[in-house]
């Protein structure tokens, strides 16, 4: 048994299904379980391609008998119409003959045009259907298109973290043919997995080749869901445009090994200077994007008091540790009396400018600046009505304190930019969640029309816009009796800028909501289910006292409340069993847990009343509802967790070391060879105490896989790119492996598992024929999943279990439990011995006397 030191609650193991858990209720149960589509690319249907295949897979139907008939069906629009039908667990059809059925299915889908089909799989049992879920695809029917041919330049990629700026020669293709006499344009993307999302690399190629820089691949990759400092193969796409194919013809995928690299940056760059006593503890500072890796992006006031140039530098730290200026600094001063500066390389010396406030756009990987000295920020585009269609500047007002630039103003669907000193020299743009003076996109504006704050938060990195709708309040104020009735000492819930509000409330009887810390504004009462503006309106009112998670939308005047007995922690360290709870603090609005034993890798959330209803993760500073698994490395930990109101945020400190003592077994639960994913029967490996185990188990038929359980906790694994069977432990989901027999090797500290297939089981030792150094092979029977010989034995032989003909692959010891280098297996009685080794389950044999 593992002891995890300092645990305070066993985590009881629950299979419950939910998005995080183990494995499904399938697994235990024998009701009909339909079949499961897996996913499939999009299709491309050209005339340079219609020799091609497309093939449709599913794992088959559970519990409904043998000898099932699957029917595919299609669906386009709100029609469904039945394609094929197969007793296989595929359909395999060349595209011609794909094209025609699905066009005589389906008379109404366009021609030469990209068009959406979901497909599923159904099977019949006497008189009840059961259908696998859809999967969506596009599909690129464009018979008169000839679409381009995509090679790639090279097979692999190492990129070189000391060369960002390097150029590599990754693409070209052959020359699309679409509309006649048409000018074609082209764009590269780029994809890591089906399911993850598509970057878009290049748009408005007029060339047939592709070249990008090392670092801008990297943030690509990695943007793609790619391992950072890892090898990875990257699909790349290439589409044609043209007048007749507005949306584009989608190429072959060409697939390139990226192995990407991690750059590490501090978090903030400190700005020490003349304007504020050459202090570096006490410097502002700019922060690192989020986004972009590198890239540091904030205003700071260089004004000093008379004018003239101002002296500065910049530092990784609050102190005279590794600072360092930006070199060949050029300085240029605009008509209207602003200064801009760009800059590359490194000095020791120090940056000079002209008093003022700057934005500073500082590319530490690059070493290149770019400041603009910035007087005023406005509005201008379509989207802003005053404008009058990019004409009129809207002015913005500067809030030191919370560090945002707003303005107030009525806003129509377009597009604007944010200008600096009613100048077109320099601008911000980009999407309202990535917004920075380097990016030179024109930001859109997409809301129903009507009066909005617009505020620039140039506190954060990269810079955001948020648009406040002022017909709805920015929050709302929960006065009542658990507080005295006082909307200015009221708990508070943030809005979404849309009528919508959310946060956690301890509660006694009657409140009330209110738009503002007062009773002079709009308040809301009469029933959660229909919100009165009345004066007059009675009170809301929650059925006992507690603590509650309030909802309120103020586009259908309605609220919740839904009363929170319990607030967990739950995750890999439990099981995903019950989760951990935690304490709230009435004085501080915070739920703390302490102690927590997370083993290496350990992938956790937070979650209400011991359910998935109400469940957080995702971003550790904006928790959002079903948001990704939180990660942390192996230690003991404090985590508090804010409720007050969004957004919701959590820390976590790391308290100690996490002293592990490992058990001498391990439990590989799953599917296969008829397990039912038991973290007790189901087949064991055999260790020491250092949390490494080896033993041989057969796996056949498996659906959904199968995990490792260390004492009760379930441990995932990841395939290692490139590597036969080695999985990294504490990550991914369920592990698959195909049918056959493996050695297995698990090492839980150094978080790796190997899977070694095995070709051949021989018997070795002292008998004839044998003499310790010829296997004698033994045969494999599908059906009981054994194998088995037969030989004559001399009492007093000693023989072993050998895997390959490799004695690091060997099993000895006890018939009943047989264990990775057990003591040879003696022979008592001389005879002919019929040996039987069953490694479906824990590895034994049986010697049966002929």
């Given at each position: 048994?593992?002891?995890?030191?300092?645990?305070?609650?066993?985590?009881?193991?629950?299979?419950?299904?939910?998005?995080?858990?183990?494995?499904?209720?399938?697994?235990?149960?024998?009701?009909?379980?339909?079949?499961?589509?897996?996913?499939?690319?999009?299709?491309?249907?050209?005339?340079?391609?219609?020799?091609?295949f497309v093939n449709f897979s599913w794992k088959p139907a559970r519990f409904l008998g043998e000898g099932l008939t699957y029917d595919l069906y299609g669906k386009f629009g709100e029609s469904t119409t039945k394609l094929a039908s197969t007793s296989e667990l595929y359909y395999r059809v060349p595209k011609t003959e794909f094209k025609t059925a699905l066009y005589s299915a389906f008379p109404a889908l366009p021609e030469n045009d990209t068009f959406t089909m979901s497909f599923f799989v159904s099977v019949t049992n006497q008189d009840e259907s059961f259908e696998s879920d859809p999967v969506t695809i596009d599909i690129y029917a464009y018979g008169d298109a000839v679409s381009p041919e995509t090679s790639a330049l090279v097979e692999s990629i190492v990129l070189d973290v000391t060369d960002p700026e390097g150029v590599l020669e990754l693409l070209t293709w052959e020359p699309a043919r679409l509309g006649y006499n048409e000018e074609i344009t082209y764009s590269v993307s780029l994809q890591y997995g089906e399911t993850a999302a598509i970057v878009l690399l290049a748009s408005d190629l007029k060339e047939t080749s592709f070249s990008i820089t090392v670092d801008a691949l990297n943030e690509a990759a990695v943007a793609a869901g790619a391992p950072e400092a890892a090898a990875a193969d990257l699909d790349f796409t290439v589409r044609a445009f043209s007048a007749t194919y507005p949306d584009g013809v989608i190429s072959n995928t060409v697939t390139i090994n990226v192995t990407t690299y991690i750059a590490t940056y501090p978090e903030y760059m400190y700005v020490p200077g003349a304007y504020q006593g050459w202090n570096p503890a006490t410097a502002p500072k700019i922060k690192h994007s989020s986004v972009t890796k590198g890239l540091y992006e904030g205003m700071i006031d260089l004004s000093v008091e008379g004018g003239g140039d101002v002296g500065f530098k910049f530092s990784p730290v609050p102190a005279w540790e590794n600072d360092f200026a930006i070199a060949n600094i050029e300085k240029t001063t605009f008509g209207n009396g602003y200064t801009a500066l760009t800059g590359k390389g490194t000095t020791g010396g120090d940056i000079t400018a002209p008093s003022g406030m700057y934005n500073i756009l500082l590319n530490k990987k690059l070493n290149t600046l770019y400041m603009i000295q910035v007087e005023t920020l406005s509005l201008i585009g379509s989207a802003p009505v005053a404008s009058n269609g990019w004409v009129n500047d809207i002015d913005m007002t500067y809030d030191p304190v919370a560090h945002t630039f707003s303005a107030i103003t009525n806003m129509q669907e377009g597009e604007f930019k944010i200008r600096v000193n009613h100048d077109w020299t320099h601008s911000a743009g980009g999407t309202v969640d990535n917004v920075s003076f380097g990016k030179g996109d024109n930001i859109s504006f997409?809301?129903?029309?009507?009066?909005?704050?617009?505020?620039?938060?140039?506190?954060?990195?990269p810079y955001t816009i948020k648009f406040i709708n002022t017909s709805f309040p920015e929050k709302m104020y929960v006065p009542g009796n658990h507080q005295g009735w006082n909307p200015a000492a009221a708990p508070v819930l943030n809005g979404d800028n849309e009528g919508h509000y959310e946060g956690y409330v301890t509660l006694t009887d009657i409140f009330k909501f209110t738009s503002a810390p007062d009773w002079n504004h709009t308040n809301y009462g009469g029933s959660m289910e229909s919100l009165d503006t009345d004066p007059s309106a009675g009170n809301l009112q929650v059925p006992a006292p507690g603590y509650y998670y309030l909802k309120v939308d103020l586009t259908t005047m309605s609220a919740t409340a839904t009363l929170i007995d319990r607030v967990g922690v739950i995750g890999s360290f439990t099981g995903w069993g019950e989760d951990v709870p935690m304490t709230y603090d009435p004085n501080t609005d915070l739920w703390t847990a302490t102690n927590l034993p997370f083993p290496a890798g350990t992938e956790y959330k937070f979650r209400m009343n011991n359910d998935w209803a109400i469940n957080l993760g995702g971003d550790p500073n904006d928790l959002k509802q079903d948001g990704a698994n939180l990660k942390a490395d192996a230690g003991m930990y404090t985590v508090i967790l804010s409720l007050a109101t969004t957004p919701y945020h959590m820390t976590i400190t790391r308290t100690g070391d996490l002293v592990s003592e490992y058990g001498t077994e391990v439990v590989v639960a799953g599917d296969y060879?008829?397990?039912?994913?038991?973290a007790t029967d189901d087949p064991k490996l055999q260790g020491s105490g250092d949390g490494t185990y080896k033993g041989a188990i057969t796996m056949y038929n498996m659906q959904y896989g199968f995990k490792i359980v260390e004492s009760g906790n379930w441990i995932a694994g990841q395939l290692v790119a490139d590597s036969q069977y080695e999985f990294t432990l504490y990550t991914g989901d369920n592990m698959m492996l195909p049918n056959g027999t493996y050695f297995w090797s698990v090492d839980l500290p150094d978080t790796k598992a190997v899977a070694t297939p095995v070709t051949v089981v021989g018997l070795i030792g002292s008998f004839e024929g044998s003499a310790w150094g010829t296997d004698v092979a033994m045969d494999f029977?599908?059906?009981?999943?054994?194998?088995?010989?037969?030989?004559?034995?001399?009492?007093?032989?000693?023989?072993?279990?050998?895997?390959?003909?490799?004695?690091?692959?060997?099993?000895?010891?006890d018939i009943t439990n047989l264990t990775h280098?057990?003591?040879?297996?003696?022979?008592?009685?001389?005879?002919?011995?019929?040996i039987v080794l069953n490694m479906a389950n824990t590895s034994s044999l049986t010697m049966t006397k002929q």
């Amino acid at each position: 048994m593992k002891i995890l030191k300092y645990l305070f609650a066993t985590a009881i193991v629950s299979l419950s299904a939910v998005s995080c858990e183990v494995i499904s209720e399938d697994a235990f149960s024998t009701a009909p379980v339909p079949p499961e589509m897996y996913a499939h690319s999009d299709i491309l249907m050209t005339s340079n391609t219609m020799d091609e295949f497309v093939n449709f897979s599913w794992k088959p139907a559970r519990f409904l008998g043998e000898g099932l008939t699957y029917d595919l069906y299609g669906k386009f629009g709100e029609s469904t119409t039945k394609l094929a039908s197969t007793s296989e667990l595929y359909y395999r059809v060349p595209k011609t003959e794909f094209k025609t059925a699905l066009y005589s299915a389906f008379p109404a889908l366009p021609e030469n045009d990209t068009f959406t089909m979901s497909f599923f799989v159904s099977v019949t049992n006497q008189d009840e259907s059961f259908e696998s879920d859809p999967v969506t695809i596009d599909i690129y029917a464009y018979g008169d298109a000839v679409s381009p041919e995509t090679s790639a330049l090279v097979e692999s990629i190492v990129l070189d973290v000391t060369d960002p700026e390097g150029v590599l020669e990754l693409l070209t293709w052959e020359p699309a043919r679409l509309g006649y006499n048409e000018e074609i344009t082209y764009s590269v993307s780029l994809q890591y997995g089906e399911t993850a999302a598509i970057v878009l690399l290049a748009s408005d190629l007029k060339e047939t080749s592709f070249s990008i820089t090392v670092d801008a691949l990297n943030e690509a990759a990695v943007a793609a869901g790619a391992p950072e400092a890892a090898a990875a193969d990257l699909d790349f796409t290439v589409r044609a445009f043209s007048a007749t194919y507005p949306d584009g013809v989608i190429s072959n995928t060409v697939t390139i090994n990226v192995t990407t690299y991690i750059a590490t940056y501090p978090e903030y760059m400190y700005v020490p200077g003349a304007y504020q006593g050459w202090n570096p503890a006490t410097a502002p500072k700019i922060k690192h994007s989020s986004v972009t890796k590198g890239l540091y992006e904030g205003m700071i006031d260089l004004s000093v008091e008379g004018g003239g140039d101002v002296g500065f530098k910049f530092s990784p730290v609050p102190a005279w540790e590794n600072d360092f200026a930006i070199a060949n600094i050029e300085k240029t001063t605009f008509g209207n009396g602003y200064t801009a500066l760009t800059g590359k390389g490194t000095t020791g010396g120090d940056i000079t400018a002209p008093s003022g406030m700057y934005n500073i756009l500082l590319n530490k990987k690059l070493n290149t600046l770019y400041m603009i000295q910035v007087e005023t920020l406005s509005l201008i585009g379509s989207a802003p009505v005053a404008s009058n269609g990019w004409v009129n500047d809207i002015d913005m007002t500067y809030d030191p304190v919370a560090h945002t630039f707003s303005a107030i103003t009525n806003m129509q669907e377009g597009e604007f930019k944010i200008r600096v000193n009613h100048d077109w020299t320099h601008s911000a743009g980009g999407t309202v969640d990535n917004v920075s003076f380097g990016k030179g996109d024109n930001i859109s504006f997409t809301r129903t029309p009507g009066e909005y704050k617009v505020v620039l938060n140039v506190g954060v990195n990269p810079y955001t816009i948020k648009f406040i709708n002022t017909s709805f309040p920015e929050k709302m104020y929960v006065p009542g009796n658990h507080q005295g009735w006082n909307p200015a000492a009221a708990p508070v819930l943030n809005g979404d800028n849309e009528g919508h509000y959310e946060g956690y409330v301890t509660l006694t009887d009657i409140f009330k909501f209110t738009s503002a810390p007062d009773w002079n504004h709009t308040n809301y009462g009469g029933s959660m289910e229909s919100l009165d503006t009345d004066p007059s309106a009675g009170n809301l009112q929650v059925p006992a006292p507690g603590y509650y998670y309030l909802k309120v939308d103020l586009t259908t005047m309605s609220a919740t409340a839904t009363l929170i007995d319990r607030v967990g922690v739950i995750g890999s360290f439990t099981g995903w069993g019950e989760d951990v709870p935690m304490t709230y603090d009435p004085n501080t609005d915070l739920w703390t847990a302490t102690n927590l034993p997370f083993p290496a890798g350990t992938e956790y959330k937070f979650r209400m009343n011991n359910d998935w209803a109400i469940n957080l993760g995702g971003d550790p500073n904006d928790l959002k509802q079903d948001g990704a698994n939180l990660k942390a490395d192996a230690g003991m930990y404090t985590v508090i967790l804010s409720l007050a109101t969004t957004p919701y945020h959590m820390t976590i400190t790391r308290t100690g070391d996490l002293v592990s003592e490992y058990g001498t077994e391990v439990v590989v639960a799953g599917d296969y060879s008829g397990h039912s994913w038991s973290a007790t029967d189901d087949p064991k490996l055999q260790g020491s105490g250092d949390g490494t185990y080896k033993g041989a188990i057969t796996m056949y038929n498996m659906q959904y896989g199968f995990k490792i359980v260390e004492s009760g906790n379930w441990i995932a694994g990841q395939l290692v790119a490139d590597s036969q069977y080695e999985f990294t432990l504490y990550t991914g989901d369920n592990m698959m492996l195909p049918n056959g027999t493996y050695f297995w090797s698990v090492d839980l500290p150094d978080t790796k598992a190997v899977a070694t297939p095995v070709t051949v089981v021989g018997l070795i030792g002292s008998f004839e024929g044998s003499a310790w150094g010829t296997d004698v092979a033994m045969d494999f029977d599908q059906e009981t999943l054994t194998y088995s010989a037969t030989l004559n034995l001399a009492a007093g032989n000693e023989f072993k279990i050998r895997f390959n003909n490799n004695w690091d692959l060997n099993l000895g010891g006890d018939i009943t439990n047989l264990t990775h280098n057990g003591a040879n297996i003696m022979v008592q009685e001389a005879g002919t011995y019929r040996i039987v080794l069953n490694m479906a389950n824990t590895s034994s044999l049986t010697m049966t006397k002929q």
